[in-house]
């Protein structure tokens, strides 16, 4: 369609598709390493639980000194924090700290220590994975800021990103740093959005979205299209929009206008073709 990024920044996992985008690697090597990105998480201990916290991140730090076991998940906006960790400390927190606390339905803590044993086996599939340096500027979640030839490339890094809170918010910070005009959450359903409204400076760009659940992906896409041409100064490739649909562009006729008077004749036994439309006037007409 012609929409093309000019920097990219994802969460979690999505960290891996924005890599994609970024140039760091090809599509076949992303789908490999999503598989085993997941089947390594999948196979570790299960008895954990996760919560988001709607506190900022310095209350939630100090709260979680006093549970042994409650880890950082992600500071994903200024104030929603999601804690990861055993399941009995993480209901102990969430029913002690006297914060704000909501439970995620999750198999799994993801980035805390129950993940430790999905690292090392995923560095390994990355540094059998060809890598290269982004091509545009791609924002880091691990770190917070952006992206060099040597951190996208770096296998221990993505291993880290199983392990450590996804600095979303932070990432988020740095993209609102170079101007965006819009910003497009690509997925299933805008989960991001609202926690990257947040995060952003004073001046907001157009938030635009894929998909969105329970609604038809075709209309909604294009929908979300007509926005991004109405609400920036961006335009769209519309040879590509139409390519491979059997399109074709046509003339087409011009109207035959079918001309007809409607006023009185100059005389009483004037006639024109038209004389029964003339003659039928309201019996008010002056």
């Not at 606390?101 to 390994?124: D, I, K, N, W, Y």
Request: glycine share 10%.
């Amino acid at each position: 369609m012609g929409v093309r990024p000019d920097a990219v920044v994802g969460h979690s996992l999505g960290e891996l598709t924005a890599a994609w985008v970024a140039g760091v690697v090809d599509l076949a090597d992303l789908l490999r390493l999503t598989a085993v990105r997941g089947r390594l998480m999948e196979s570790q201990p299960g008895e954990g639980a996760m919560a988001v916290v709607h506190a900022d991140a310095e209350a939630v730090l100090a709260a979680i000194a006093g549970h042994p076991g409650v880890e950082i998940a992600a500071f994903n906006a200024p104030r929603v924090v999601t804690i990861t960790g055993l399941a009995d400390a993480v209901t102990r927190f969430c029913r002690d700290s006297g914060l704000r606390t909501q439970p995620l339905v999750v198999s799994h803590a993801f980035h805390s220590a129950a993940m430790e044993g999905a690292v090392a086996p995923f560095v390994e599939a990355v540094a059998a994975t060809a890598l290269s340096a982004p091509v545009i500027p791609f924002a880091s979640t691990v770190t917070g800021a952006w992206h060099t030839p040597r951190t996208a490339t770096d296998p221990g890094y993505w291993g880290r990103a199983i392990r450590e809170p996804v600095r979303f918010t932070q990432a988020v910070a740095a993209l609102g740093g170079i101007g965006a005009g819009s910003v497009w959450e690509i997925g299933s359903h805008p989960q991001l959005t609202s926690l990257a409204k947040a995060s952003w400076g004073e001046t907001q760009p157009a938030w635009l979205s894929t998909l969105r659940r329970d609604r038809t992906d075709q209309v909604e896409l294009h929908a979300a299209v007509a926005a991004y041409v109405n609400q920036t100064s961006a335009d769209l490739d519309w040879a590509g929009l139409h390519q491979g649909k059997g399109r074709r562009t046509t003339t087409i006729p011009t109207y035959p206008f079918n001309r007809q008077r409607f006023w009185i004749s100059s005389g009483p036994h004037e006639t024109t073709s038209n004389q029964k439309n003339e003659t039928k006037r309201h019996q008010n007409h002056g």
